[in-house]
Structure formats: structure tokens, C-alpha cells
DNA sequence: GTTAGCACTCACGCGCGTGGAGTGCTAAGT
DNA sequence: ACTTAGCACTCCACGCGCGTGAGTGCTAAC
């Protein structure tokens, strides 16, 4: 179990072909199909020797006598780490997810939708998003429109021009004139605000405008809580792996999903580092994610508003697709959303 | 084959048991599991041809010599017309339903979500959902806000409350109070027509107010045309059922989700009734829904705006639950929804 | 019209034998 | 000292045959 740098040149070699077979193939490689399907110029007995020293040293493993190797959570870190963190997506993929993005609605929710179906695309697995939090919200601007006599429209933006709307409801029938009216008021009074800070400024108030103040107010805040909601996307392609072919399989990672409980799992193993982490099996911290593979990496302005993107999939994972599309669409995403938030200035 | 009024009583309550029986069990049931299971005063033999005269008829089917029966389309069919159309759902579900709306935000997102993840729970299947869809949509009001010196946020409102943003690059530099001024011009000349109608008013418009007008009017289209797209939840619950288990089958359901060719292979076999329909197996017109069986509903308000919400499962499938639980959804929504669209006259 | 009895039919589960992929080891070659 | 051919060995996957049991249809008696 020693470390990797005794790993010599053809140890590595033969290491990064086994993941790659494996990842490809799904099927226990063994030393014939290597050195067949690869220009190896050493015999199989050779790349026997060396698999039994990478088995010693832990990076991988085979299931029982007479089958072929499989990587281990080493294995497969060893190959992430040297092979694919540094990875780039092609070029042309680049082009194309750009040309996908410029045929969409600018709006966050119609982005968000297609990162996450362009990196399940890509990945061949489940992809996770979350909507870009801001640490804490500002209001912009808000609006009532009068729906009918007792109930009241309000639409709301922030200052990362997030827009949310909710409704109102009044004991006595008010006319959109003084609906326009206190909007107007408050307006000016919350402008630039937080919801704490809204709440301190606003505690002399009374009637409607103490009534809407409060909505505004509790509005504003579910903003900042409610984001925290991770979405998943692309179940189709994740149930073609064979991992998941058996029921019982895809049920786990179905319990992990649905529950709701995966942000939770995982959040706690985030730094706050802002590229790419990926946990490979047992790397994880929560056991209900030890049969899973995860790349994900935060997306976002500065360090105040920011999403989490990536993907979810069997250990047996192509990490550097992964690794490389959730980076390039961390980005992009980046980059869109910077427009939205660098308004806070105007 | 023939028609079903030459059903006795007695074959009637066995052909009822059977399918009660096998969408519960999900085997084959046979002439002693149902003497075994109910307090039927007959004996096996009798019950044995009794099933043989309703398999002459079609309403059961055998596998192949000795297996139990189970239901044909037709079978469930009849199942469905006698005991299920009618059937409500039970009034502590009812009250519960409710409850969990209370508890969600007054929001058409929230409550598409929630009925979703309510109808698929209660059918343990998948579920089906799109917005409510106007068939033309009134502008109500609009906003411009300044994001930075050349994008500008656009949010609108439709007469059905429906909000909606878009983004608004300009060439040149323009103010907010531009903006604003440009926004009420607008407003007064626009509101409450349609996109056709707005198109034909705004003519002679030029400068900032020709292309704010345009935008307003191409995202107010948008508005009815993005509105048709079909939502699924709960593909975990369907995973459950031994249809599912062999990956074949539960590829060909997720082909189905993914395509969205589901919703143009659904729609034209709807009418325009107001109540539930259920298409069983070889009912639906595309042989890509053969395999399933569909329970639909329309809801909204009036017949000028309406959406869809249903359940898809295999064909056995619990008819009398998916009927009462999409009926009684279907309702609630309308119910929910009248608040904010009676809003047109104010 | 109903029922007991019986012969018959298949799916399903189980044990078994075999083929083959893959290994580790040894001995010879470079 | 490292590589490689050869070989014996291991053990999973797969196919086959068979017994078992659930379920039937038919017939004859009630």
C-alpha cells in the first residue's frame, strides 16, 4: 500500500488504459484485452506482473480469482488526478453548447434547465443543479397589481434581478391607485435593502403599507431560502449503465434523489475552492453515497451568489468528460449570470 | 365476443376481483386465489368456468396453459366504466390534499409541483402535468428595469397573472427614466391586447419604443407557445412495479418522457370533455403508448385556459385510485386557479 | 347448474456439468 | 534482471434437465 510515486512509467500506463477499458466497456478487464487492443509492445504476462503490483499497492482489484481487473477508488483517483482535472472539453463541443445556449430565452430558470441537459448529455449520467443562491438578498423593485377586489398581485425583483411573485390578500377592497401609491412609497423607502435591514427601517408603519411591507419582506427572505433546492435531470441516461440494471441499484439512487436528503449529504464535503471536486465512492463523506461517483463544482458571481452544478453517476464514471463539461459549463454559467449581477451598480 | 350486457351478475363480481386482484398482486390470478381471497359461495370449478366464458368474451386472458388469468384491455375497460368512473376520493385524503396546499406558497409553480408529487404519490405511477396553457394571452402590464448601461430587464404580467421576464440589449445607452417614460407610453397604448392585436396597433412606433414593443410582443407570445410543455414526476414510484424491473421496459417509458413526443402522441386522442379519460393499452392511438395505461384530466378556468394533468403507468394500473386522485386534483386546481384569472375584469 | 376428481400442462427454481476467460507460477530466453 | 511462452488451475456464466406446484379443462356424479 505504498504511495504513488513508485508507480512506474508502464504501471501508470497500464492504470490509465485499465480505467479507460473499464469505463468504457463496464466489464472487468483483463490482461488479453489490453495489450489487443492496444498498440503495448510487452506481453500479457508482462502487463500480468504489473497488474499484480497495482493490485499490491491497492489501485485495483478483482472480484474474485480468474476475472479481470477493476479499478478501486484509488484507481480511479489516481486517473482523475493525472489525467483528468487538467482535461478541457473539445473545442467543437464548446461551439455547440454555446450555439445551444444562444438559441434560448436569457432568463436564469431557461439556463439553468439546459446546463443541467447538456451535462447529463455529456456525462451519460444524472446531472444536479442548483438554482445560484445569493448569500443574501437585496431588493430592487417591487410592484402590486390589484388581481381583484380583496386579493393583490406582487411581483418583486432583487438586485440580481431574480424575479419572484406572490400573492396578497386584503381584509378591505383597495383600488389600484393606492396600491400604485404605496408601492411607490415603500418603494423608495426599501429600495436597496436586505430583509433585515428592511425590517429594522420599516418598523414604524401601519396599515397597508405595514401589510405589504411585511409580504415584501417575507418575500425577499424565502428568496434567499428557498433556492436551496437541488433539482437533478437526465435519470434516462443514468438507468442505461449497467450498474443500474438490477432494481435494486437504480432504487438507491432513486432514494438518494428523491428524498431530498442528497444536498445535505453533500454539501458538508464542499470547500469552498472554486474549481472542480470530484468523490470517487467511499471519498464521500455520507455512506449513502458510497456506491456513487460525484464531479461537482460551484458556479457564480464573486463569492456572494452561487450555484452548485454537476453530476451523479457510478463509480465507474467518465471522470474526464464529467470533470471537463461540469468545469466548462460551471463557466459558462458564470459568465451568462455576470451580466445579471454586475447591474447591482445601476 | 360479445358485448358485455350478457354478463351475469356473478361473472361481473369475478371479472371485478380478478383485475382488483392482479393490480394489487400484480400475478396472474387463478380460480383458487380468488375462492382462497374472498368469501365468494362457489366453489374453484365453478369459478374456473365462469373465467373460461369470460375469456371466450375477452375480457381475461391466459398467458398459456395453466397460468392464472389477467385482465385484457377490454377487461380493465369494464372495470374502469363500472366501478371507477364514479368512484370519489376518500374524504381523509381529501382533507389531507388540502392541507399540504395550504402549507405551499400561493404560487402556480408551487402548485403545479405539489400536484404532481401528490398524483404520482396516490398512483404510485408517474405523473403528468402542463401549465395551464391560455389559448390567447392578454398583456396586462409590463416593466422596464436598468440593468447595466446596455441590458434591460423586461418582466411582464398577462391578464392571467402569469409573470414572465426577458432580457433587452440596446445599442445605445439609455436611462432609466427613458425606460420608465418608454414603459408607460406603452403600457396605455398595449394593455390588454393581444400579441396579433399589439402587432397591428403598433405600427408606426419607431426608435427605443419600436423595440421594446417588439420584445414585449414576441415574449408575450412566447407566453402561450413555451407553455406546452409536458412535466413528469415520480418516475421512482413507477420503478417500483414489476413492469419495470427489466430495464427493457422501463427504457421504453423513459424514451416516452424524454422524446416530449409524449404530449403530441396524447393530444389527439383527447376530447374536449371536462371530465377524466382513461385510455388502456391499445387505446391509444400511438402504438408507442400501447404498453401503458393513461388517466387524464383538464383543468383550468373557463375553456380558454387550460392544461393537462394525469398519470401514465403499465397498463395495470390502480384505474379506481388514478381516476378519483386526477379528478379530484383536477378540481382543486381549477378552484385554485379561479382567483387568479377572474382577475380579468379588474 | 354445480362440484369433486383427475389427468395434463407449463413456468419456475435448482443442481449440475461444461466452456472459457483469466490468472499465477515456473522455466527458459534475452 | 527483466521478459515471455507455456501450463495447470480457478471459478463465473451459461445451458440443460428435471422435479415441483400452481393452475387448468374435462368428465362424471350430485
Redesign the pocket.
Same mark, same amino acid.
Given at each position: 500500500m505504498s504511495s504513488e510515486h513508485e508507480l512506474t512509467l @508502464?504501471q501508470r500506463e497500464i492504470l490509465r488504459l485499465i480505467v479507460k477499458e473499464y469505463v468504457q466497456g463496464s466489464?472487468?478487464? !483483463?490482461?488479453?484485452?489490453l495489450i489487443d487492443r492496444y498498440p503495448l509492445?510487452?506481453?500479457?504476462?508482462?502487463? @500480468?506482473?504489473?497488474?499484480?503490483s497495482l493490485?499490491r499497492m491497492g489501485y485495483i482489484h478483482?472480484?474474485?480469482?480468474?476475472? !479481470?481487473?477493476v479499478p478501486t477508488d484509488r484507481g480511479y483517483r489516481f486517473y482523475v488526478e493525472n489525467y483528468a482535472v487538467e482535461s478541457a472539453l473539445p473545442p467543437n463541443d464548446q461551439i455547440m453548447i454555446r450555439h445551444q445556449f444562444r438559441q434560448v430565452e436569457t432568463q436564469l430558470e431557461s439556463w439553468l434547465q439546459l446546463a443541467a441537459s447538456v451535462l447529463a448529455g455529456f456525462a451519460q449520467n444524472v446531472s444536479l443543479v442548483t438554482s445560484p443562491k445569493p448569500s443574501v438578498s437585496r431588493l430592487r423593485h417591487f410592484e402590486l397589481l390589484s388581481l381583484n377586489e380583496r386579493s393583490v398581485l406582487l411581483i418583486l425583483v432583487t438586485q440580481e434581478s431574480t424575479v419572484r411573485q406572490g400573492m396578497l390578500h386584503l381584509a378591505d377592497e383597495v383600488s389600484q391607485q393606492s396600491l400604485s401609491a404605496c408601492a411607490d412609497r415603500l418603494n423608495l423607502l426599501m429600495a436597496n435593502l436586505t430583509a433585515d435591514e428592511a425590517r429594522a427601517k420599516t418598523t414604524d408603519l401601519s396599515g397597508l403599507d405595514r401589510i405589504v411591507c411585511d409580504h415584501v419582506i417575507t418575500t425577499l427572505s424565502a428568496t434567499q431560502a428557498s433556492a436551496t433546492e437541488l433539482h437533478y435531470h437526465g435519470v434516462e441516461h443514468a438507468l442505461q449503465q449497467p450498474e443500474f440494471a438490477g432494481s435494486d441499484a437504480a432504487q438507491q439512487l432513486f432514494d438518494l434523489l428523491r428524498g431530498g436528503a442528497l444536498l445535505s449529504e453533500l454539501l458538508p464535503q464542499l470547500t469552498h475552492g472554486d474549481d472542480i471536486q470530484v468523490f470517487i465512492g467511499e471519498e464521500n463523506r455520507s455512506e449513502d453515497l458510497w456506491p456513487f461517483g460525484v464531479v461537482v463544482a460551484t458556479y457564480g458571481v464573486d463569492q456572494e451568489v452561487t450555484g452548485l452544478l454537476g453530476i451523479l453517476g457510478p463509480r465507474r464514471m467518465p471522470y474526464e468528460r464529467s470533470i471537463s463539461s461540469v468545469r466548462y459549463m460551471a463557466r459558462l454559467m458564470s459568465d451568462l449570470m455576470r451580466d445579471l449581477y454586475t447591474a447591482r451598480d445601476a
Open positions: @508502464r466489464r472487468a478487464v !483483463g490482461s488479453h484485452t509492445r510487452i506481453s500479457s504476462a508482462t502487463v @500480468r506482473n504489473e497488474m499484480a493490485e478483482q472480484q474474485h480469482t480468474s476475472a !479481470g481487473r
